[in-house]
């Protein structure tokens, strides 16, 4: 990597994380506005990549539905994803994007690629990452501060995981782990990865132990550690698995120097889910005992 684009990287990082960190604290329509930006940025870049396979998707009603699942998401975050009204939203989206890709494409124009890969766009971006809103109120949480370090959990498990495959894979990576879609990734980077996510959940759990709900026993943070280490892999190799098929780098510009929205929050898109149910259940299993 040229020096002129590592130090871009790094300084967009300066600017980029306090600005997160401070909306994550923040926590409700201040979150939902970073959220929605990123889910929005990230359909569009996701329909980009179809197009490049000559699909025609519905971009701007993908844009608008990945955003009103962010919105929908801060009305009631308490409430979960059973609250937010999805099915709702789920039920007309199907029925709009049907009508429009209909009266808009016909039949000469894909209609079905039309449909299925604008839903799928708004889903992949806007619904999943509408968890971050729901593990930042999880129910329970005992304020700002808690709340804040129970949305962290994955997401530094995450870092920790990608970083631990980078470093391991680069210095002892020797057998390619799924060459045909990420040539560049290994099974000995793999595995780093979750011992990287491993020893940060231990350490990690700790700072959960300062509060009364959500902390973690031992053998959960090890299993809390594996689980997101092994979703961040997968989410990193779906979007790897697109770009590919597109034909292309990286799947936008958004951010000087660290590529698209996908490119920079695929693995979140698999692990915010992954630590709201896993915070649930811990937290369901502590008030049966």
């Known amino acids: 990597m040229a020096r002129s684009e590592t130090t871009t990287r790094v300084l967009v990082a300066l600017v980029a994380i306090p600005i997160g960190v401070v909306l994550v604290v923040a926590g409700g329509w201040a979150l939902a506005l970073l959220l929605g930006a990123i889910a929005v940025a990230g359909a569009l870049e996701f329909y980009r990549l179809a197009e490049q396979k000559g699909i025609q998707p519905l971009r701007f009603l993908g844009g608008l539905i990945a955003a009103l699942f962010v919105a929908l998401g801060a009305v009631n975050p308490v409430g979960g994803p059973e609250a937010a009204g999805y099915t709702l939203l789920l039920l007309f989206s199907v029925v709009g994007v049907a009508v429009v890709a209909i009266w808009a494409r016909g039949v000469e124009r894909d209609p079905l690629l039309a449909f299925s890969t604008t839903l799928t766009g708004a889903v ?18 005992s304020g700002v501060w808690h709340g804040t370090a129970l949305l962290f959990a994955p997401v530094l498990l995450t870092w920790a995981s990608d970083t631990a495959a980078y470093f391991v894979g680069r210095q002892w990576g020797a057998r390619k782990l799924f060459p045909s879609v990420s040539p560049g990734k290994t099974v000995e980077g793999a595995i780093g990865a979750v011992a990287g996510a491993v020893l940060v959940a231990i350490a ?11 902390h973690l026993e031992l053998w959960q943070a090890v299993v809390l ?3 997101v280490s092994i979703a961040a ?3 990193d190799l779906v979007e790897s698995l697109f770009k590919r098929d597109a034909g292309v780098k990286d799947s936008g510009a958004l951010l000087p120097g660290h590529g698209g929205a996908l490119d920079r929050f695929d693995s979140l898109f698999f692990t915010l889910p992954l630590g ?9 299993a502590q008030q049966a005992f």
């Not at 990690?204 to 959500?214: A, E």
């Open 124 to 141: 992949y971006t806007g619904y999943l990452l509408s968890f971050a809103l729901f593990l930042r109120h999880l129910p329970g949480s």
């Open 233 to 235: 892999q997968v989410g």
């Open 204 to 214: 990690y759990r700790h700072v959960l132990l300062l509060f009364p709900l959500y």
């Open 225 to 227: 550690g594996i689980l």
């Open 276 to 284: 709201y149910y896993f915070f649930r259940l811990v937290f369901s």
